[in-house]
């Protein structure tokens, strides 16, 4: 039983909180939407695209319908990128947001394998995209590292 516990906390690199409501879920310092916006705004996308299912696109490119999402739902990320892809015409990508990089490249390594084996791109942010000043708030004034609730 230890083993399999060791295991687990090597293989699954997430610090969790529990909310007011008392479920437990991961917890990163700042939300997906800062990351999204910071990645977007450079490659002149248009960020929460919605197609005509009422699905949205996280950011639409000219050449790319991108999906992000943090390590921890790698999987998730995939299939909607595919989605996206199919509604779109445009070529899907996944941007897997990784807030311990050295912890969580594992689930990039996934997401890459199964890009080239379907083709689709794949990318990493890291807290670097958000231009985090000296008191650990990034450019996003919506982001809950403001305290914005």
């Known amino acids: 039983m230890l083993f399999i516990t060791t295991l687990s906390a090597i293989a699954y690199p997430f610090k969790y909180e529990t ?17 999204q916006q910071a990645w977007c705004n450079a ?8 197609n005509s299912d009422f699905t949205r696109i996280d950011c639409l ?21 595919l989605h996206y892809g ?4 445009k070529k899907p990508m996944v941007v897997l947001i990784l807030d311990e990089p050295e912890k969580q490249m594992v689930y990039y390594n996934r997401v890459k394998r199964i890009g080239k084996k379907y083709k689709f ?7 670097d995209i958000l231009h985090i000043d000296g008191n650990d708030k990034c450019l996003n004034p919506m982001c809950k590292c403001h305290n914005i609730q």
């Open 61 to 81: 490119t000219k050449t790319h319908a991108v999906e992000f999402d943090f390590a921890n739902k790698w999987h998730e990320s995939v299939g909607q990128a």
């Open 86 to 89: 199919i509604m779109t015409g």
């Open 43 to 50: 490659h002149n996308g248009i960020m929460e695209f919605e």
């Open 121 to 127: 791109d794949v990318e990493y942010v890291t807290n």
């Open 19 to 35: 909310c007011n409501l008392g479920y437990k879920h991961v917890h990163h310092k700042h939300n997906e939407a800062s990351y």
